[in-house]
């Protein structure tokens, strides 16, 4: 059925290739698979490329080799080993994934799937053919009748109107949604021979990509080297990320307009824009001739979902989070991308992530016939909707959005932040509050909430020789973990702190 504008959980998925998602508060997205019957719950990251569990899985096959990723607090490594994976309407022979071990941080019953490029995978690395392929890989050359691509609708919590997890499909699109197959295809970017771990579902936005809250377009160099048109950024696609990373000027361009607007550092988030939580932030992106507007709800967070009490600016504002942040991190002098797209973007469009040529090579399917990788993007946010969507949940029902103007843009200055505030992300280095990392270059952080002295689940790094990108991004760490879950310290796709 056709979906208007904006999600609907009555979607209807085709019999094959479909796995629903749990959504907890927005801020984690994972689905189950098995390995010879066991369960597993397993968070989706479209940024890495290897499967680990935690868990004792019965007649799997030992290798003789081993992978390890490490990670700014803690590590996972462990023996790579073979079993059958179910996973989406498909099974897999064989499937090579790294067994960690259990530990106060690793609870047993859960891991990470990720999926993207297999040239990041660390047990490719040790187990260079198809047996230590991806998932996504196993499945496409197991299956050569089977298109090779992937797509991923992930739900909205605070969707006033409908309320679904989300769901990824393998080779198959979702009833409703199957015009995405009709848009512009977005080629994704390729990086050069030296840089092929560093491979990601990345595509360029048109010179015009990036929209403010005054429906004009934000001047951007890109720091791309190669980049033929200079205004054209760089995005990749990360479902691991709860808020989106994006170049300071761009946060800047997006929220310092707005009246009450400061650039301050948040306990447990780090430093973003916070806008008062009564004022609708419009944000959109434009790919391929096509714009993609941002939820408003997906533009600015509450903070009570990251069980933080109270966020005031200096007027002693309420005030909500910006969820397009500005890079918390150094993305080195050589870097491959401009921006990382997480799930702030990704819940406003039906993704299809088409693998082409990625996939390892195989005589029974030619890597030749399989083309150019791409991405195909549907828009699934209605402005007029989502303004409704808006006015109902922050403002009760009354709309005041009309008395809303805009100032003209300032400097993004972190050093208007509190004296506490400072102290605070100075703590920030020792605690760890970020946890992805990007190559050996970069030592990003994993937060403990020690004021409630609560344990933290964060994020998975990245493969030791930095080729993989979970390594350079950092997505949230929570200080409480979603149903099932328990402290997390080597999970990279993990979010943020989540709702009661």
Request: glycine share 8%; aromatic share 8%.
């Amino acid at each position: 059925m056709p979906i208007n504008g904006k999600r609907t959980p009555t979607l209807v998925p085709r019999e094959a290739g479909v796995s629903s998602l749990n959504n907890s508060a927005d801020i984690s997205y994972y689905t189950d698979i098995t390995l010879n019957g066991t369960t597993f719950s397993v968070l989706i990251d479209t940024g890495s490329s290897d499967l680990w569990v935690v868990g004792d899985v019965s007649g799997a096959v030992k290798t003789g080799s081993s992978a390890s990723v490490t990670y700014a607090v803690g590590s996972v490594s462990g023996a790579i080993e073979l079993a059958n994976l179910d996973f989406g309407g498909y099974s897999v022979t064989d499937q090579a994934y790294i067994s960690a071990s259990a530990s106060s941080s690793n609870p047993s019953g859960q891991g990470l799937i990720g999926l993207g490029p297999n040239s990041g995978s660390n047990i490719y690395s040790a187990i260079p053919n198809n047996t230590g392929a991806s998932v996504c890989d196993r499945i496409f050359l197991q299956n050569t009748s089977s298109p090779n691509f992937i797509t991923v609708n992930l739900g909205r919590a605070d969707d006033p109107d409908s309320d679904f997890p989300g769901n990824i499909t393998i080779a198959e699109t979702l009833e409703g949604l199957d015009s995405v197959t009709s848009q512009p295809k977005n080629n994704v970017t390729v990086v050069s021979v030296h840089e092929t771990g560093d491979q990601h579902f990345q595509v360029l936005l048109d010179s015009d990509g990036m929209i403010g809250p005054d429906n004009q377009s934000i001047s951007f160099k890109t720091a791309v080297e190669g980049t033929s048109n200079s205004s054209q950024a760089t995005a990749v696609f990360d479902t691991g990320f709860s808020l989106s990373q994006i170049p300071s000027s761009v946060a800047t361009a997006f929220y310092s307009r707005f009246s009450g607007a400061e650039f301050v550092n948040v306990s447990d988030v780090g430093a973003v824009w916070i806008v008062p939580c009564d004022l609708e932030v419009n944000l959109t992106f434009k790919m391929g001739g096509v714009r993609y507007p941002i939820h408003p709800l997906d533009a600015t967070l509450e903070p009570s979902i990251l069980s933080i009490s109270d966020v005031k600016n200096s007027q002693g504002t309420n005030c909500c989070i910006g969820l397009f942040q500005p890079f918390s991190f150094d993305q080195g002098a050589d870097t491959t991308y401009d921006l990382i797209l997480g799930m702030s973007f990704l819940r406003n469009a039906y993704a299809l992530f088409n693998y082409g040529d990625f996939i390892v090579s195989s005589t029974n399917n030619s890597e030749s016939s399989r083309g150019d990788p791409y991405v195909q993007l549907l828009s699934t946010t209605d402005p007029a909707q989502a303004h409704l969507d808006f006015v109902k949940t922050r403002l009760g029902g009354v709309d005041t959005t009309g008395s809303q103007t805009l100032g003209a843009p300032t400097s993004q200055d972190s050093s208007s932040s509190s004296s506490s505030s400072s102290n605070h992300r100075n703590s920030l280095l020792w605690l760890g509050h970020w946890c992805r990392c990007f190559g050996i270059a970069i030592f990003p952080w994993c937060m403990l909430h020690a004021s409630e002295q609560k344990p933290t689940y964060c994020c998975v790094g990245s493969r030791t020789t930095g080729r993989s990108l979970r390594s350079t991004f950092q997505p949230w760490c929570s200080q409480r973990q979603p149903p099932g879950f328990n402290d997390y310290s080597s999970v990279h796709s993990i979010r943020s702190a989540l709702r009661p």
